[in-house]
């Protein structure tokens, strides 16, 4: 069982910057896999970014030279620093883990890293608003 909660998002402008982190706890603390999703209303779950415990990490085009998806192993948590805020990056980010997720790059390379299906345990989500 591994429990994921959230903290930071908010409000922030276009061009400026906001932070999210997710710590995790209990069984398997340390998940080996982890990742952001974020949902605009009206429309699905979107994989944002992806790391594994090695620091490996994958990032859905929109953000990659924006958002930095980083973890503190020994704080069992997971960060993302979005900067360059655009309008269309507001919604609800949820972090995930998985504890069985294969060797990550061959993850990556099969296009499962930012499938919300392949994820088992999800934080409470967190709002996150841009204005223009």
């Known amino acids: 069982q591994v429990r994921l909660a959230q903290s930071g998002g908010g409000s922030g402008q276009a061009g400026g910057s906001l932070s999210l982190a997710c710590v995790a706890s209990?069984?398997?603390?340390?998940?080996?896999?982890m990742a952001w999703f974020r949902q605009i209303l009206g429309k699905g779950r979107e994989g944002v970014a992806a790391?594994?415990?090695?620091?490996?990490?994958t990032k859905v085009d929109s953000v990659k030279r924006r958002f930095t998806i980083s973890r503190e192993n020994g704080e069992n948590t997971m960060y993302l620093q979005m900067n360059s805020l655009k309008p269309e990056d507001a919604g609800i980010y949820y972090c995930?883990?998985?504890?069985?997720?294969?060797?990550?790059?061959?993850?990556?390379?099969?296009?499962?890293?930012?499938?919300?299906?392949?994820?088992?345990?999800w934080g409470q989500g967190t709002q996150v608003n841009v204005s223009s």
């Open positions: 995930a883990a998985e504890p069985l997720c294969p060797e990550f790059r061959q993850w990556v390379a099969a296009g499962l890293s930012l499938n919300e299906k392949e994820y088992k345990y």
């Open positions: 209990g069984d398997n603390y340390n998940p080996p896999c």
């Open positions: 790391i594994d415990r090695y620091g490996a990490t």
